[in-house]
């Protein structure tokens, strides 16, 4: 299959870490990869945000990078991009022309609005089905950022109208099913796909950075108060006021380069709040880390904290799993289906310190309890995901739709297609 996918903020070639730039990024350009080693074409088309960028880049073989100008050529907030959307469909469907996809793959709500529009603007409407998984809803952000949401008023409106007129919804957690049902979302036309995790690079043999002898926890993220770093900052405190300081704890992600991690202002927050704890020599920021760097930190580190209040997906749980790493976890969205309580890591409810330092707790006290946590974490990567799985599992959803809207297209499921032929209906 010809396969568009459309990111219009989050390019599989951008550095990680920073505020717009984490588990989208990686998903999409996993995919990708995986879809093309599948033997599918891809080609992703997303923002261009820096002037000096190439129209087109190979990001990997049979994975094509196409940079549409739309609104300044420079880096603009997710939560300010929505008047270029339409340049940014207008770009689309200008490509389309020599280059018209089988299937198209919107990641986020805008690319959505992006992709419908690139399809109507061709004249593809029922021809070229349009696929949207959304990575993070509105109204969930809503009800738990409130005032403090800085999305556009319109996504309240624009995203469940995506979602009504999508030919179909790749939700990655069953979680998402219910909000997606709620926003009025066909549930004939709502699929799971996970993400996934590249369990070559996130293994437990490899390098692993030097530590000293505390018990070593560590936060990987992106840097956003949504993510809840601070809750593990307060669990850190409520455990040495137990009386163990033995505890470290690193705080990965964020804008700051490792040389200057403080320059994040949220890094420089949850650094005030370590230091109002009276934690602050147990706390190290690490700044920004390239993904291949990662492994080394996880392999070093006890247990990996995950405490968000709420977590559309949650793609570092899988990297620590995969290196063999205990995840403790807050019971929220993604993280429900992918930590298995007891078995690969803690559930904690959300936004619950003392939980979270009883946690920690159990694994300091219980290491062999730790390791086969962490034993079953990367067993559990293995065989659900993989991105090769989660790839054939989002082809196969591709080839459904596409044979329910247009029965008589080559790559529209061989079962069903067989059924059309053999019939001669749907011709
Ligand atoms: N990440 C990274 N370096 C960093 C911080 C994060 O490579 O310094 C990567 C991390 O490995 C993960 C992604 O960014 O693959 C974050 O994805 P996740 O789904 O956990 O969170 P999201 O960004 O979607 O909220």
């Known amino acids: 299959m010809r396969i568009s996918m459309v990111s219009e903020h989050a390019s599989p070639l951008a550095a990680l870490g920073g505020v717009d730039a984490g588990g989208q990024n990686v998903h999409v350009a996993a995919l990708s990869s995986a879809l093309a080693r599948l033997g599918h074409t891809v080609t992703v088309y997303t923002r261009r945000d820096d002037p000096n960028l190439a129209d087109r880049v190979e990001a990997a073989p049979g994975v094509e990078v196409v940079h549409i100008s739309a609104g300044p050529p420079g880096p603009v907030s997710k939560d300010e991009l929505l008047p270029f959307i339409p340049a940014l469909g207008e770009g689309i469907a200008a490509d389309w022309d020599t280059n018209r996809p089988d299937v198209v793959h919107a990641h986020f709500w805008m690319s959505g609005l992006a992709a419908l529009n690139a399809v109507g603007l061709v004249g593809a409407q029922g021809d070229v089905p349009v696929l949207q998984t959304f990575h993070a809803l509105g109204t969930v952000k809503r009800r738990h950022q409130g005032a403090q949401d800085t999305s556009p008023v319109e996504r309240a409106w624009l995203e469940p109208w995506v979602g009504r007129n999508a030919d179909g919804v790749i939700a990655t957690c069953s979680d998402e099913v219910f909000e997606l049902r709620a926003m009025g979302v066909d549930a004939r036309h709502i699929s799971i796909a996970p993400c996934g995790v590249d369990s070559s690079l996130f293994r437990p043999d490899g390098p692993a950075e030097d530590r000293g002898s505390r018990f070593r926890v560590a936060a990987v993220g992106r840097l956003v108060p949504r993510k809840g770093v601070d809750i593990a900052i307060e669990a850190l405190a409520r455990i040495r006021d137990a009386g163990r300081d033995d505890i470290e704890f690193l705080i990965v992600g964020g804008s700051g380069e490792a040389d200057d991690p403080g320059s994040d202002p949220e890094a420089r927050r949850l650094m005030e709040c370590a230091r ?152």
Not at 351 to 363: C, H, M, N, S, T
Not at 376 to 405: E, H, I, N
């Open 276 to 427: 109002a704890w009276g934690v602050q020599d147990q706390v190290v920021l690490r700044g920004r880390v390239p993904q291949s760097e990662l492994p080394k930190i996880l392999r070093s580190v006890d247990a990996v904290v995950c405490s968000p209040w709420y977590e559309p997906f949650g793609i570092v749980p899988l990297e620590a799993m995969a290196c063999g790493v205990p995840v403790i976890a807050a019971s929220v969205g993604g993280l429900i289906d992918s930590v298995v309580d007891g078995v690969t890591g803690i559930h904690v409810p959300p936004r619950d310190p003392e939980a979270v330092a009883e946690a920690i707790l159990q694994l300091v006290d219980h290491p062999q309890r730790a390791a086969s946590l962490g034993r079953a974490g990367r067993q559990r990567t293995r065989s659900r995901y993989s991105w090769d799985r989660v790839a054939a599992t989002t082809a196969k959803v591709y080839r459904s739709t596409l044979s329910r809207v247009q029965p008589a297209h080559p790559f529209a499921s061989p079962g069903e297609l067989n059924l059309q032929q053999a019939d001669g209906s749907g011709r």
